[in-house]
């Protein structure tokens, strides 16, 4: 048993796991961002679902797959645009705002697959994204395969998470979003428009989560399913905390998460004498074990979750 | 603020008092003659879940056309929610409250009591009371055909199954599965996997190819709509695939075998007829299978199944319809 154990840890197991981490990387990526800038966002499954769902939506009324990324994107954006209405604006709580927006998310989108499709024996489908290994890089021994023989949208997930680092840690922008996250009052004295800052972190994040999206229902599969953001909202979110606010980390997050689904999978499907359910949650259990073990305070934006209120002069 | 508050706990409460005082429809007697009936359905899933509700939303409107009745529904329940469920449709009056699967045998047959006047029928489960019907399915009975026909066609005698939730329905598929496996190739290894969602068609198709990356080379999807995936995943690596509920094939049109097709119309119109001519058998549980016509098989694809095979099989299928195929039958009650 054990033999065939650790037989599974072999290159299709790296592979699945980096594929399964992709769109929960992107979501992660954005997320980091707005939580940076001092704004908890659970309404991150919304944005993937709406992505996913418009994504096939747009697919379909253009016949491009890739115009379909460009709704999922747009999708993404209006919804972190709304979400940061709620929570900067009006200054709503957080995590009541992003909850809700994860219910609405699901429900809004099975309604209009309803309204726009009816109800059919099997789901609209659209042209997927195929795979395409990058000339070169693919050929690499072992790394090629792993990183650089996925979905042409994954590489757009690699390319946004070396900007994201690279902005948030070197650039004028990236101090602003900390700032604006650490202390949104001295960031304000200092000239710092935090509320325009927060509501761009609020747009990013959501154009990237829908991107994230999209990959389940462009990339991974052709067609829109209902719920099929499976939680991987919750994970991304998830993987910034484990990943302590930093891009790199979150993305590390999202490969644990990735690893611990490809490898439960393949331990079900060889038979390992565990219940199916305990494998099942496996990945959760390994987060977890991270988070206890790694865990610390240090990270975390020093205004998350608390609105910002603009002073207001007295007259 | 504080007082806004109180009062509002108190609205809240007297509201609640009130909901829970107000009086029951009151029930109306059965006369011999069909009455217009009030079917309620409440559902695991979605109407349009490519699978388990969406069956039995076509049967209950099967049924609806059949006898007139007029048909409610709720969708995805969940497990706390049910007594609430059921007791809202009780005493809104409807006559027939059908819970889809095994999961809602304790709620029927405790709302059963208190609403003595009210018929209950539960989907995949054995249970009956006097008010109480059993529409059991003999679920392992497709899973026993689905792992004859990979048992016939596999190369590396290695099969696999995947689940979407460890459930009654889907664990007795699976334990047929094994059985009509080992049936038409002794020496074969079946593998089993659960997705762990119904709709996560991503993790779907993710499962099937962790599974078929051990030597599967025939998976039978019975996932609802996570079984797309598990479709899509046996299409990226070319292997065979046989669908589940409805006909698949045109999801992977060279590599799906064939579907384990459902129709529960017969087993829906039959209950609602009960109901409505006022003769609800007690105490009984209605058995459905091949032999009642709830399952058959799609047709065989020609490309992938020989014609000495195809014999094989459906002589196999017949011998399922006849009942000459004995099988463990897990109950769905409540130990």
Request: some cysteine; proline content about 4%.
């Amino acid at each position: 048993m054990l033999e065939s154990i650790l037989s599974l840890f072999n290159l299709d197991f790296l592979y699945a796991a980096v594929r399964m981490a992709i769109p929960i990387i992107l979501a992660a990526t954005g997320e980091v961002f707005l939580q940076r800038s001092g704004i908890f966002n659970i309404g991150i499954e919304a944005m993937m679902i709406f992505g996913a769902f418009f994504g096939v939506l747009g697919a379909a009324l253009t016949g491009n797959s890739w115009l379909g990324v460009l709704f999922a994107m747009l999708a993404g954006s209006l919804t972190g645009l709304a979400f940061g209405f709620v929570v900067i604006t009006v200054q709503g709580d957080q995590t009541i705002t992003g909850t809700a927006f994860s219910i609405i998310g699901l429900g809004l989108t099975s309604f209009l697959v309803r309204v726009i499709w009816g109800i059919r024996k099997l789901p609209v489908m659209v042209t997927p994204i195929e795979r395409w290994p990058v000339p070169v890089l693919s050929e690499i021994p072992y790394l090629g395969r792993i990183f650089f023989d996925q979905s042409p949208l994954a590489y757009i997930a690699y390319v946004l998470l070396i900007l994201a680092t690279i902005v948030m840690f070197k650039t004028t922008w990236g101090l602003k979003v900390r700032a604006v996250g650490e202390n949104p009052k001295s960031a304000a004295s200092i000239g710092i428009n935090v509320i325009r800052v927060r509501y761009l972190c609020a747009i990013f994040s959501g154009s990237v989560a829908g991107i994230g999206g999209a990959i389940l229902s462009l990339s991974e599969l052709n067609m829109f399913v209902d719920n099929m953001s499976g939680g991987r909202g919750y994970l991304a979110m998830a993987s910034v905390i484990l990943g302590r606010w930093h891009p790199l980390g979150a993305a590390l997050g999202g490969l644990v998460f990735g690893a611990g689904n490809a490898l439960q999978m393949r331990l079900q499907a060889i038979g390992v004498p565990i219940p199916n359910n305990l494998l099942l949650i496996l990945p959760y259990v390994l987060a977890l074990l991270i988070m206890v073990s790694v865990y610390s305070r240090s990270g975390a934006p020093a205004a998350l979750g608390v609105p910002y209120e603009k002073e207001t002069t007295i007259e | 603020m504080k007082n806004t508050l109180r009062i509002l706990y108190l609205i809240v409460i007297l509201a609640l008092a009130l909901a829970a005082c107000a009086p029951q429809a009151a029930p109306t007697e059965a006369p011999a003659a069909q009455q217009k009936i009030k079917v309620a359905l409440v559902l695991p899933g979605t109407i349009n879940d490519n699978g388990w509700s969406q069956v039995a939303y076509d049967g209950v409107m099967a049924g609806a056309k059949e006898t007139g009745a007029e048909v409610a529904y709720t969708e995805s329940s969940q497990l706390p929610d049910f007594e609430a469920i059921y007791r809202d449709y009780a005493n809104k009056g409807y006559t027939l409250v059908i819970g889809h699967g095994s999961e809602y045998a304790d709620v029927a047959l405790k709302i059963g009591k208190e609403f003595p006047k009210t018929y209950f029928a539960v989907t995949n489960a054995d249970v009956k009371a006097e008010n109480v019907a059993g529409l059991d399915t003999k679920n392992e009975e497709a899973g026993y055909l689905a792992g004859f026909i990979a048992g016939t066609l596999t190369k590396t005698k290695k099969v696999g199954i995947i689940g979407a939730m460890e459930i009654v329905a889907m664990k007795r598929a699976g334990e047929g599965f094994d059985i009509g496996a080992k049936a038409s190739c002794p020496d074969c290894q079946t593998m089993h996997a659960w997705v762990g969602s119904f709709d996560d068609a991503g993790k779907g198709k993710e499962t099937a190819m962790a599974m078929i990356e051990q030597g599967v080379d025939v998976v039978y999807a019975n996932a609802d709509a996570a079984g797309i995936g598990i479709i899509s995943g046996c299409k990226e690596k070319g292997v065979m695939v046989i669908g589940d509920t409805g006909d698949q094939s045109s999801l992977a049109p060279d590599l799906v075998i064939t579907s384990m097709m459902q129709n529960l119309n017969p087993m829906f119109v039959e209950i609602m007829q009960e109901v409505a001519n006022g003769k609800f058998i007690p105490n009984n549980v209605r058995m459905n299978g091949f032999d009642t016509g709830i399952y058959f098989i799609a047709d065989l694809n020609k490309k992938l199944v020989s014609d000495e095979q195809a014999a094989k099989i459906l002589a196999e299928v017949e011998k399922v319809k006849n009942n000459q195929v004995k099988l463990p039958h897990m109950s769905a009650s409540a130990k």
